[in-house]
C-alpha cells in the first residue's frame, strides 16, 4: 500500500509539473513577436480557406476566353489565365486545397510515425528492429523521389499527392517519437505507473504520449509547410492535383508558358505558396524555442 500511495504522488507531482510546464511554453511562445506574426497570418490563411466561397468573386473554374491574359485591374484583382479565369479567385480556392494537403500528409505521416516510433522505443528488442529496418529502407529514398514513385504506383491525383507525401514523411516522426519514447520510458513517473498496475496501453498513452509530443508538434508544425512545398512540386511536374483543380503548383505549371507575357500568372500563386511556407515555418520555429527548456528566457 505505501508503493502504490508513493506512485500515486509522483504521478499527481508529473501532472502538475507538465501543466506548469504548457504555461510556461505559452508565455514564451506569446513574447515571440516572429511566431506571434507567423500565427497571424497562418491564422488567416485558414480563415480564407474556410470562407473562400464567400472571398472569391467568381468561381474559379469559370472560363472567359474573352478575358483571357488580362492584366490586374479592379474587376480582376490578380489579372485573369490563359482561358479567363480570375486569378484570385483560383488563389483563395487554392489555400483551401494546398492547407488540406499540408494538414493531411502530416496527420498521415504523424499518426503512423508516431505509433511505430512509441512501439519500438517502448518495446526495443525485436520489434524495435523491425520498424526501424522499415524506417531504413524508406530513408534510403530522396523525400521527393519517393513521394513520386508512389504517386507512380498510385496514379496522379490529388489524394494520392497526400498519401504519397504523408508516407514519405513517416520515417522522420517515427525516429522522433522512438528517441523521445526511449527517454520517457525511464522516467520516474513511468515506472510508478508500471507499479500500481498500470498496463502498457495506458502508459503509452496517458504517460509516455503526452511527454514525448511536444517535439513531434513542433516537427508537425515544420512538416506542413515542406508537404505544401512537395505537393506543389509534384502538381508542377504533373503528377499532383489534376487541372482544372486551382492548386498553386498546377497553377504555376500553367503560366510557366506565359512568363513574359503575363507576369501576374507566375506572381499571385508563387507569392502565395511563399506566404503560407514562410509564416507555418516562423509558427513552428516560434513552437521550438517556446518548448525548448534549453532556450526560455
Request: proline share 5%.
Amino acid at each position: 500500500m505505501a508503493v502504490s500511495a508513493k506512485a500515486v504522488q509522483q504521478l499527481g507531482r508529473q501532472h502538475a509539473r507538465t501543466q506548469s510546464q504548457t504555461a510556461i511554453a505559452m508565455r514564451q511562445l506569446l513574447r515571440n513577436p516572429t511566431a506571434i506574426a507567423g500565427g497571424i497570418i497562418t491564422a488567416c490563411l485558414i480563415l480564407v480557406a474556410l470562407i473562400a466561397p464567400v472571398i472569391a468573386p467568381y468561381d474559379p473554374l469559370d472560363q472567359n476566353f474573352s478575358e483571357a491574359l488580362r492584366s490586374p485591374s479592379r474587376q480582376h484583382l490578380f489579372g485573369t489565365d490563359d482561358v479567363g479565369r480570375d486569378l484570385f479567385s483560383r488563389v483563395v480556392f487554392g489555400t483551401r486545397i494546398s492547407l488540406r494537403v499540408g494538414f493531411v500528409a502530416v496527420a498521415i505521416g504523424g499518426g503512423v510515425g508516431v505509433f511505430l516510433g512509441m512501439l519500438a522505443g517502448f518495446y526495443s528488442g525485436v520489434v524495435d528492429n523491425l520498424v526501424m529496418r522499415f524506417v531504413d529502407v524508406l530513408l534510403a529514398f530522396p523525400g521527393l523521389l519517393l513521394a513520386l514513385a508512389i504517386v507512380a504506383v498510385l496514379g496522379p491525383g490529388l489524394f494520392n499527392v497526400m498519401i504519397a507525401v504523408g508516407i514519405g514523411n513517416v520515417p522522420v516522426y517515427t525516429r522522433m517519437a522512438r528517441a523521445t519514447t526511449l527517454s520517457v520510458r525511464e522516467r520516474d513517473y513511468v515506472l510508478a505507473g508500471r507499479s500500481i498496475g498500470c498496463s502498457d496501453a495506458r502508459l503509452l498513452i496517458r504517460y509516455i504520449l503526452p511527454n514525448a509530443i511536444a517535439p513531434v508538434i513542433v516537427l508537425a508544425t515544420l512538416g506542413v509547410a515542406g508537404a505544401i512545398l512537395t505537393a506543389a512540386s509534384l502538381s508542377f511536374i504533373g503528377v499532383g492535383a489534376q487541372p482544372p483543380s486551382p492548386e498553386w503548383g498546377a497553377m504555376l505549371t500553367l503560366a510557366r508558358q506565359y512568363l513574359q507575357r503575363a507576369w501576374w500568372f507566375t506572381l499571385f500563386p508563387g507569392v502565395a505558396i511563399m506566404v503560407t511556407v514562410l509564416a507555418i515555418n516562423m509558427l513552428g520555429d516560434g513552437l521550438r524555442d517556446a518548448l525548448d527548456p534549453r532556450l526560455r528566457v
